[in-house]
């Protein structure tokens, strides 16, 4: 299985900054990697796709990046709506795995 | 406006079964692959089965396989999970979610409110 290796943990800063969270694949996982936010009491909800396809509706300070077995996910000027957890997903290949998760606050 | 609503949660004794249902609407369901993700309590996301359009293929993570069944019912417009020999292991919430469309396209852009299930004596 592919292992996903997300950091941080968790995160906290103030609006309008600029944050990243990395997520580390076991292998390359060929662009195959999706993004998710999930906030407190609620589903998860899509934001990226194929490393940096950003999905409908989702605000532009949303942005992925990377190859290979090293992604990223930007938000630029933290809003307070962003509030919340989020995980990284590689669907390269079966069994399609997760990251642990980050938990992102406001400072 | 698409929609997915799971119902079929609740409690159940170690060993029994349970079968999960999703109900969609606002897109044409017979299109899409069909999925489901798991979170046990405070914990991250674990995918557990995903379907084909025609429900001809089914594919499972090695830790449900053999006890989990996912299919599909096109008429209906609906999604099922049934759960066998359950585990403590296997409490957690229960997505129903949305593949994009086409095969091999296999992240999730639709999730489902979830249903809980808890695995307890």
């Known amino acids: 299985d592919i292992q996903m290796t997300q950091s941080p943990a968790s995160l906290s800063a103030s609006l309008g900054e600029t944050v990243t969270i990395e997520c580390r694949a076991s292998e390359d996982i060929y662009n195959g990697l999706a993004w998710y936010q999930q906030k407190p009491g609620k589903s998860p909800q899509l934001l990226i796709y194929n490393a940096n396809s950003l999905h409908t509706g989702v605000p532009s300070r949303f942005s992925g990046s990377g190859s290979g077995t090293q992604y990223s996910l930007k938000i630029n000027s933290l809003q307070s709506e962003d509030v919340a957890s989020y995980f990284c997903?590689?669907?390269?290949?079966?069994?399609?795995?997760f990251g642990s998760g980050t938990k992102l606050e406001i400072k | 406006e698409v929609q997915l609503v799971e119902s079929g949660g609740g409690l159940v004794q170690p060993g029994r079964s349970l079968k999960l249902s999703c109900a969609a609407s606002g897109f044409t369901f017979s299109n899409y692959y069909m999925a489901w993700v798991r979170q046990a309590p405070k914990k991250g996301l674990e995918w557990v089965a995903t379907i084909s359009t025609s429900g001809s293929r089914t594919y499972y993570p090695d830790s449900v396989k053999g006890r989990f069944t996912i299919s599909r019912d096109n008429a209906k417009s609906s999604l099922y999970l049934q759960m066998n020999s359950l585990k403590s292991e296997d409490t957690a919430t229960y997505y129903c979610?949305?593949?994009?469309?086409?095969?091999?396209?296999?992240?999730?852009?639709?999730w489902g409110q979830g249903t809980l299930v808890t695995v307890s004596s």
């Open positions: 997903q590689q669907y390269y290949d079966y069994p399609f795995t």
């Open positions: 979610a949305r593949h994009p469309l086409g095969a091999g396209y296999n992240w999730f852009a639709y």
